[in-house]
């Protein structure tokens, strides 16, 4: 039988991302933030996932204001990283997992998530980012990657609480699929900025660490937060936070928090990583 066994909730800071790319990780600027992720690509070495399920939102590479999904999920064999203007970043492509991609989108349609099912997409920051948080610079990714987009651009978007549903859902989905693998669920996004502007370089350092408690502390309150609230406390795109919720759905209500990391500023943002097992 297939389980989830943890997940991690990141950010995906595009700077993040240029920084690997330009070899700035251990300048004065970026060595704090970088030096807080080598514990996690320890995790990820010895934990061994076999797929990863990413949980990210799409910035107009594959999808644009003409067709947007609430919940699209990847089942192609590889996923190219797409160009968002200055050429696609220069890592390895994302394996997909199809056989499983294909299962989740049976069993969560019939658990009536309508679900986008995408055979073609190129993957942005969004997802890309995050590998390269979690697993540094290698020749190839170390497990096969589902990519599962949510719409968090364009009003209106899924609430916390329907992606926290979606991810008890992805739970028993997995538990569901045959093959004995391990699979980890990540959920990415935030945390508190905003980029545009009267409150442009908006952080809001206590939300984010209460977020970041709250994952294993009061997981009720997360889910019940409204979007006007993570608008006024989090910034216009703190909302990306709903995605995390997807991830901790996904695990046992009394999974535990393994390690996390907290820095301000990362591009005018604040960027959170969180690890938790399920015990």
Same mark, same amino acid.
């Given at each position: 039988m297939a389980k989830v066994f943890a997940g991690i909730g990141t950010s995906h800071v595009? +700077?993040? +991302?240029?920084?690997? *790319?330009?070899? #700035?990780?251990?300048?004065?600027?970026?060595?704090?933030?970088? *030096?807080?992720?080598?514990? $996690? &690509?320890?995790?990820? &070495?010895?934990a061994d996932p076999d797929v990863a399920i990413i949980v990210y939102n799409d910035h107009a590479s594959a999808f644009s204001l003409e067709l947007i999904p609430t919940f699209a999920i990847g089942v192609a064999d590889s996923f190219q990283p797409a160009d968002e203007g200055y050429g696609p970043r220069k890592v390895p492509v994302v394996e997909g997992h199809p056989e499983l991609a294909w299962h989740l989108a049976e069993s969560l349609i019939f658990d009536e998530f *309508?679900?986008?099912?995408?055979?073609?997409? %190129?993957?942005?920051?969004?997802?890309? $980012? %995050?590998? @390269?948080?979690?697993? +540094? /610079? %290698? @020749?190839?990714?170390?497990?096969?990657?589902?990519?599962?987009?949510?719409?968090?651009? /364009?009003?209106? @978007?899924?609430? +916390?609480? &329907?992606?926290?549903?979606?991810? #008890?859902? =992805? &739970?028993?989905?997995?538990?569901?699929? %045959?093959? *004995?693998?391990?699979?980890?669920? =990540?959920?990415?996004?935030?945390? @508190?900025? /905003?980029? /545009?502007g009267e409150r442009a370089g908006l952080v809001n350092p206590d939300f984010d660490i209460a977020f970041l408690d709250d994952l294993t502390q009061n997981v009720e309150r997360l889910v019940n937060i409204p979007h006007v609230d993570y608008l006024r406390e989090a910034g216009s795109e703190g909302a990306e936070l709903v995605m995390w919720m997807v991830m901790r759905g996904a695990l046992d209500d009394d999974a535990k928090e393994i390690y996390r990391h907290f820095h301000v500023p990362a591009s005018n943002t604040a960027a959170g990583l969180i690890i938790l097992e399920n015990p």
């Open positions: 595009p +700077g993040i +991302g240029a920084a690997v *790319d330009n070899k #700035k990780t251990q300048t004065d600027y970026w060595k704090p933030l970088f *030096d807080g992720y080598e514990p $996690v &690509r320890e995790w990820m &070495r010895h *309508d679900m986008t099912m995408v055979n073609e997409m %190129p993957v942005d920051h969004g997802l890309t $980012v %995050p590998l @390269s948080i979690i697993c +540094g /610079q %290698p @020749s190839f990714w170390p497990c096969k990657v589902i990519p599962l987009a949510v719409n968090v651009i /364009q009003y209106p @978007s899924p609430t +916390g609480n &329907r992606c926290y549903q979606l991810g #008890k859902a =992805i &739970r028993k989905a997995v538990e569901a699929f %045959p093959q *004995d693998i391990k699979v980890a669920v =990540i959920g990415t996004g935030g945390m @508190s900025h /905003q980029l /545009q």
